[in-house]
Nanobody, 121 residues
Framework: QVQLVESGGGLVQPGGSLRLSCAAS????????MGWYRQAPGKQRELVAA???????NYADSVKGRFAISRDNAKNTVYLQMNSLKPEDTAVYYC???????????????WGQGTQVTVSS
C-alpha cells in the first residue's frame, strides 16, 4: 500500500508565504513525476506545479515567479514553497505522484488527501 501525506496548509494574509510538504510512504520501487494540484470551490482541479525525477519543473502561469516546487528523492518528499500569496490562491491543494510499486509494473497515480490553503486578511 502507498500513502501520500500532505502538511503545511493554513491561513495566511495576502503577501505571505507557506510551505507545503508531501511525503510518500509504503511499498515503493520508484517515483516518477510529482506535483501539486489545487481545487477552489466551484472550479476544476488544476495543475499548480510539477517536478520530474530528473528535477525538470513546470508551473502554471498564474504562479510562475511566486511558487517553487522541489523534491528530496531520498525522503520521497515533494515541497511547494508559496510566496507572495494572493486571495485567488485559496484552494485545497493536493499532492500527486506517479509511483511504481514493483520494477515490472507501470506507474500508478496516487493522490494525497488535500490540505486547505486560505489567503485572507
Amino acid at each position: 500500500q502507498v500513502q501520500l501525506v500532505e502538511s503545511g496548509g493554513g491561513l495566511v494574509q495576502p503577501g505571505g508565504s507557506l510551505r507545503l510538504s508531501c511525503a510518500a510512504s509504503g511499498s515503493i520501487f520508484s517515483i516518477g513525476a510529482m506535483g501539486w494540484y489545487r481545487q477552489a470551490p466551484g472550479k476544476q482541479r488544476e495543475l499548480v506545479a510539477a517536478v520530474t525525477s530528473d528535477l525538470t519543473t513546470n508551473y502554471a502561469d498564474s504562479v510562475k515567479g511566486r511558487f517553487a516546487i522541489s523534491r528530496d528523492n531520498a525522503k520521497n518528499t515533494v515541497y511547494l514553497q508559496m510566496n507572495s500569496l494572493k486571495p485567488e490562491d485559496t484552494a485545497v491543494y493536493y499532492c500527486n505522484a506517479g509511483i511504481r510499486r514493483r520494477s515490472f509494473q507501470s506507474p500508478v497515480d496516487y493522490w494525497g488527501q488535500g490540505t486547505q490553503v486560505t489567503v485572507s486578511s
